[in-house]
Nanobody, 128 residues
Framework: QVQLVESGGGLVQAGGSLRLCCAA?????????MGWFRQAPGKEREFVVA????????KYADSVKGRFTIARDNAKNTVYLEMNSLKPEDTAVYYC?????????????????????WGQGTQVTVSS
């Protein structure tokens, strides 16, 4: 079992920055692909970004490319999401997720169903 706990959300003005953290429990974190998803009010949850177990490969949604950066520290069992140039449309609950099945093979996905473990989410609100 893996437990994921997100932190770092909050209220920020448009153009501002936030850094989200996802702390994971479990010895095998370093072999998992990790992803961030978000869900805005009244909308379905959507993919934001994913990173391979080694950190060597990443995949970004077009809407956040050039503004968001994902990174991980396997020694600290933590994955980070640096969000810059935030826009009101980035307002959502952000979820961290772990893929223990395909992740160890080096695969990273934008598909929710491949992620078995999820955090409780952290709210990000961007005011205009």
């Amino acid at each position: 079992q893996v437990q994921l706990v997100e932190s770092g959300g909050g209220l920020v003005q448009a153009g501002g920055s936030l850094r989200l953290c996802c702390a994971a429990s479990g010895r095998t974190f370093s072999s998992y692909a990790m992803g961030w998803f978000r869900q805005a009010p009244g909308k379905e949850r959507e993919f934001v970004v994913a990173i391979s177990w080694s950190g060597g490969s990443t995949k970004y949604a077009d809407s956040v490319k050039g503004r968001f950066t994902i990174a991980r520290d396997n020694a600290k069992n933590t994955v980070y999401l640096e969000m810059n140039s935030l826009k009101p449309e980035d307002t959502a609950v952000y979820y961290c997720a772990a893929d223990p099945s395909y992740g160890p093979r080096g695969y990273i996905s934008s598909r929710e169903r491949l992620y078995d473990y999820w955090g409780q989410g952290t709210q990000v609100t961007v005011s205009s």
